[in-house]
């Protein structure tokens, strides 16, 4: 009886045993979902706190910083392009850099450069005239805009040009996207335009 009682006593201390390691086991994971679900919910609160998101060239050279909403990536650039931003829905953002020209204005530079850069279409149509536009620099950029018949799609695009005099060079920002879409991307030109930064020597800024 003394030999039941005893067996009986070890297997009611194993059950005990096994039941505070569940339990233990149990907490571990309640408290792993807390701290997850308290992180992402941060994660989240951060995301919505910061509408926008920063792109920069490779050598923190330039940056844009635009709308989520446009859903950009940035691809690895072609074509001697600074940076290049792409968004599935053909909404295209190409930035380069061409050397200064002395004694010339910023604007006679555009006007001479569009001449040459319109004969690259086969097809093109509303060529805007050079027009002033507000930048986050000290100085005003100049910009202008027309359509072209993409070949390879048979889509009309619409294509911004902007132009933007730094102390090293001109800033070229081609901005593109389909015709169609205008009125989805009414805002894009003077975003990209007033979001732009020129970095220098010791990270100052133009």
Known sequence: MENDFE???????????????IALFLLVIIIELIVNTFKNSKTEKI??????????????T???????????????????????????????????????IENRSLKDVISAD???????FDAYSNLSDVNEISTSGETPGYTYSFHYLDSNTNKTFY???????????????????????????????????SSFRIYEQNDKQL
């Open 7 to 21: 067996m009986n006593k070890k297997l009611n201390l194993k059950k005990v045993f096994i039941a505070i390691i």
């Open 47 to 60: 995301d919505n706190s910061n509408p926008n998101s920063i792109f920069m060239d490779n050598e923190e």
């Open 62 to 100: 330039i940056s844009l910083n635009l709308s989520k909403k446009y859903e950009l990536t940035k691809y690895i650039p072609k074509q001697n392009y600074l940076l290049e931003l792409r968004s599935q829905n053909n909404l295209n953002i190409f930035v380069s850099k061409k050397d200064l």
């Open 114 to 120: 569009r001449r040459q850069y319109i004969g690259n």
């Open 159 to 193: 294509l911004q040009i902007i132009w933007i005099e730094s102390k090293t060079g001109y800033y070229v920002i081609d901005i593109e996207f389909p015709l169609d879409e205008l009125n989805t991307y009414s805002n894009i030109i003077t975003e990209t335009a």
